[in-house]
């Protein structure tokens, strides 16, 4: 594949993440670079590129499996739309990304801990299967 394709292709999801960060730094009146950096880094923290992988790497090509999905992508971007909305909503009198983060990972400390036990549950398992990873995101949801 030439160079110039590979590079297209694999920038499409962040082509696709950049209207996510535009309307939250347009609701919250923050730099887009401000708000790219909370929605990576909020994003890393989680493990949601993992969780993304484990989603598509979901087995059946049947329509209803193909639904999930999609279903479980979508959820997962949402999750991190609504997360960095309310990282930069709850930044108080914080100035960066770093100190941004922190204050949200405070004040919400017991179901970041939930999450993270269940996502050690299912990183320990070769091929986590689609209820797996519906009940992770569910847990998430609590999050944003």
């Known amino acids: 594949v030439p ?3 590979a590079v297209k292709v694999t920038m499409l999801p962040l082509l ?3 209207l996510d960060l535009a309307e939250v730094a347009g609701a919250a009146k923050k730099p ?3 708000v790219a950096a909370i929605f990576f880094d909020v994003g890393n923290k989680l493990g949601l590129s993992w969780l993304q992988e484990r989603i ?3 087995p059946g090509g049947a329509h209803w499996q193909i639904l999930a999905r999609s279903a479980m992508q979508d959820d997962l971007a949402g999750l ?5 909305q309310e990282v930069v909503a709850g930044a108080g009198g914080a100035t960066t990304a770093e100190k941004m983060i922190e ?3 405070d004040r919400n400390r017991r ?3 939930r999450v993270a036990k269940l996502l050690a549950e299912v990183r320990a398992v070769r091929e986590p299967d689609a209820s797996m990873l519906s009940v992770v995101l569910r847990e998430m949801r609590n999050l944003g």
């Open 56 to 58: 598509a790497a979901l």
């Open 80 to 84: 991190q739309r609504s997360v960095t």
């Open 32 to 34: 887009v670079e401000a």
């Open 16 to 18: 696709l993440a950049s």
């Open 103 to 105: 204050a949200w990972q």
């Open 111 to 113: 179901p970041l801990e």
């Open 3 to 5: 160079s110039a394709l």
